[in-house]
């Protein structure tokens, strides 16, 4: 099996400006499909809702796991491409679901990854996958 390069994860359309546009250079979501991932590794971005496909790259520099997400505002500032308000809004839409996952009355804290950017670049026209992207992400294998 070829050797992992990187990683894709769905961004809606209406988010992707705030990497190419406005320079925001920290990607966060709930930690899924990162055990593997390295600094010097790429983040494909894919557009997802509409105009699907991959619509830019870029090289991953450090990767930080922490179990509050807000945190990651204290570490990167404005630099994270979620607001605060959004982070806050979706951590609170998962823990409405939290409780169907509970054993032994413990919900399991799923930790988060804020994935710092750089080389930030965005394709000319939108690429299609060869195989559908899950809202998790997939590696990407070289």
Do not use: H
Request: glycine letters at 8%.
């Amino acid at each position: 099996m070829p050797e992992i390069t990187g990683v894709t994860f769905p961004v809606p359309k209406s988010l992707m400006p705030r990497f190419f546009a406005e320079g925001k250079t920290v990607f966060i979501k709930p930690a899924t499909v990162f055990k593997e991932l390295r600094s010097g590794m790429k983040l494909v971005f894919y557009q997802s809702r509409e105009e699907t496909g991959y619509v830019g790259e870029a090289t991953i520099r450090r990767i930080v796991i922490n179990d509050n997400p807000l945190a990651f505002f204290e570490t990167f500032g404005d630099a994270v491409f979620l607001t605060r308000d959004e982070v806050k809004a979706y951590v609170e839409s998962q823990e409405q679901w939290q409780g169907i996952r509970v054993r032994k009355g413990e919900a399991k804290k799923r930790a988060w990854m804020a994935l710092e950017l750089e080389d930030i670049r965005r394709y000319d026209k939108p690429r299609k996958p060869e195989r559908f992207v899950p809202v998790g992400g997939k590696y990407l294998r070289g």
